[in-house]
């Protein structure tokens, strides 16, 4: 009798623990195609800019690397708003 009640707890817990972990899976797989879909808009906003600032300053384009996507992908807008910056205090 008492065996029975053990295994009910184990396979209680057991459940408990893969619903747990399906949670923090899905989690982090949220976390992830956020993090790839911010660097992509990054990508894009650098591309438009670098067409739209092409005609006023030919210097000032940014160029296309793993840097600027993970700089675009973990500060979004305010780290390609950085790049154009310290790219503009570079060529000044």
Same mark, same amino acid.
């Given at each position: 009798?008492?065996?029975?009640?053990?295994?009910?707890?184990? !396979?209680?817990?057991?459940?408990?623990?893969?619903?747990?972990?399906?949670?923090?899976?899905?989690?982090?797989?949220?976390?992830? !195609?956020?993090?790839?879909?911010?660097?992509?808009?990054?990508?894009?906003?650098?591309?438009?800019?670098?067409?739209?600032?092409?005609?006023?300053?030919?210097?000032?384009?940014?160029?296309?690397? !793993?840097?600027?996507? !993970?700089?675009?992908?973990?500060?979004?807008?305010?780290?390609?708003?950085?790049?154009?910056?310290?790219?503009?205090?570079?060529?000044?």
């Amino acid at each position: 009798m008492e065996m029975d009640t053990y295994t009910g707890i184990f !396979l209680i817990v057991g459940i408990l623990g893969a619903v747990l972990l399906i949670g923090i899976l899905r989690s982090r797989a949220e976390l992830l !195609l956020n993090f790839i879909l911010r660097g992509i808009s990054g990508m894009l906003m650098i591309y438009f800019l670098n067409l739209f600032l092409a005609r006023f300053m030919p210097d000032m384009d940014i160029g296309y690397n !793993l840097a600027t996507f !993970l700089t675009s992908a973990i500060l979004g807008f305010p780290g390609v708003a950085m790049l154009f910056g310290i790219n503009f205090y570079m060529i000044l």
